[in-house]
């Protein structure tokens, strides 16, 4: 069985699954007929989401209330990857970012950001990794984002911390590949989420054409994983904006960077 394969057994863990794409897997893998382990710090939206997707779906929804930027909350949900009945697919959704440039930011933000958005998917992947080895078959989605291919938000490490799931999820996929298990990068664009308002970051001047779906980058994401691809970027007007981060000289992408979250200007002092 692969995760392409219908099954009404498959299970799969998604973290940040009450909200943005990480509510748009679950709601697609529900309909497609997945059993899921939902991963959210808030224990009410967790509930409330499982009660929707049992209601609409009939599926067997679990959740698990964790910070994953915390040890125990990692903990929690590496004790479900390796109990019975197996999981066969997790989606590392979680993450944040910081509405803060880092000349003035704090170790203690700064730290949360690295533990929830690298170190929690380091550990997680791990953990699955291992029983999906031993069967044979099992797959990862790390999120991760068009950011990490080139410091397009000066003074953000947001991308930067995307740029290590990026190359990670890469590597750790071409070493999965012969024991018949996947791991992909998911790296989208702009997506209509509740985001980048946790985060405080006002993006109403992003032109209208730049934002994604969730569910459309869901899709692309799914179709993607089925073809065995290490990187994921949906959508042409990304898959473009990668080659030029790829291939632009690197003078060019400090004078066209628009996003100015991160900049400290004489104004700031």
């Not at 309909?31 to 967790?46: F, N, P, Q, S």
């Not at 390796?82 to 970012?97: D, K, Q, R, T, W």
């Not at 930011?105 to 998917?121: I, K, M, P």
């Not at 410091?151 to 190359?167: C, E, H, I, Q, R």
Request: net charge positive; charged share 25%; with cysteine.
């Amino acid at each position: 069985m692969t995760v392409d394969q219908p099954d009404t057994e498959r299970r799969a863990v998604i973290t940040g699954g009450t909200a943005g794409i990480g509510a748009a897997f679950a709601r697609r893998l529900a309909a497609d007929g997945w059993h899921l382990v939902l991963v959210a710090r808030d224990a009410d939206r967790l509930a409330a989401m499982a009660a929707e997707l049992t209601g609409r779906y009939g599926r067997t929804v679990e959740t698990i209330p964790a910070d994953l930027s915390t040890d125990d909350g990692c903990a929690a949900v590496e004790r479900r990857l390796a109990a019975e009945p197996p999981v066969e697919l997790l989606v590392n959704n979680a993450g944040i970012s910081l509405n803060t440039p880092f000349l003035r930011s704090s170790v203690e933000d700064e730290s949360r950001l690295l533990r929830l958005n690298v170190h929690a998917v380091m550990r997680l992947t791990l953990a699955a990794l291992r029983p999906m080895t031993e069967r044979r078959r099992g797959a990862v989605i790390n999120v991760s984002s068009v950011a990490g291919f080139g410091a397009v938000m000066p003074g953000s490490t947001y991308s930067a911390s995307k740029a290590w799931v990026t190359n990670f999820s890469e590597s750790v996929g071409q070493s999965a590949r012969p024991f018949g298990v996947r791991v992909m990068a998911l790296c989208p664009g702009y997506t209509r989420t509740e985001f980048h308002d946790r985060a405080g970051i006002n993006m109403s001047k992003t032109p209208a054409w730049m934002w994604l779906r969730a569910d459309d980058v869901v899709d692309e994401a799914l179709r993607d994983l089925r073809k065995g691809k290490l990187v994921s970027v949906p959508a042409w007007k990304y898959k473009l904006a990668v080659a030029g981060l790829r291939h632009a000289p690197r003078r060019l992408l400090e004078v066209v960077s628009r996003d100015t979250r991160g900049r400290i200007g004489r104004e700031n002092g």
